[in-house]
C-alpha cells in the first residue's frame, strides 16, 4: 500500500463519498441538531471490521486513520464500508451493540452486502 502524502486509493475515495453522503459535504455547524451514527470500518491492512458510534462520522474515521484510537492503531489504514443515522445516542448505541453481536455471522455479512 502506498502511504505517500496526497495518495488517495479507491477504497479511500469510496469512504470520502460516503461521508459526503453522510455529512452534505460538511461537518454540522453549532446550533445543528446532533446527529448519531453507527458505523463500520474495514482495515485495509487486514481486511478485518470494527464496529462503532460516533457523532462525526469525518473525524472519527480520521481518528482511526492517524491511529489515536488504541484499539485500533496497528490495523491503519480504514475505509468506512457502512453506517447509518438514529435520532439519539441510545437508539445508535442500541444498534451497535446488535451489529456487534452479528459479527461473523450470516447477518453481519448480510448487512455488508447491503452497503456495496
Avoid: C, W
Avoid at 502524502?5 to 461537518?27: H, I, W
Avoid at 460516533?54 to 474515521?61: G, P, Q, S, V
Avoid at 451497535?96 to 448480510?110: L, M, P, T
Amino acid at each position: 500500500m502506498n502511504e505517500e502524502p496526497g495518495y488517495r486509493s479507491s477504497q479511500t475515495e469510496q469512504s470520502v463519498k460516503l461521508l459526503a453522503q453522510a455529512f452534505g459535504g460538511a461537518s454540522p455547524s453549532p446550533g445543528t441538531k446532533v446527529r448519531h451514527f453507527t458505523y463500520i470500518i474495514q482495515s485495509l491492512k487486514d481486511h478485518k471490521y470494527y464496529i462503532g458510534y460516533t457523532t462525526n462520522i469525518k473525524e472519527r474515521l480520521t481518528s482511526h486513520n492517524l491511529g489515536i484510537n488504541i484499539s485500533t492503531k496497528r490495523r491503519r489504514l480504514f475505509k468506512l464500508v457502512y453506517y447509518e443515522e438514529f435520532e439519539n445516542k441510545r437508539k445508535a448505541l442500541k444498534r451497535e451493540r446488535q451489529i456487534k453481536s452479528y459479527k461473523g455471522g450470516e447477518a453481519f455479512k448480510k448487512l455488508l452486502r447491503l452497503s456495496l
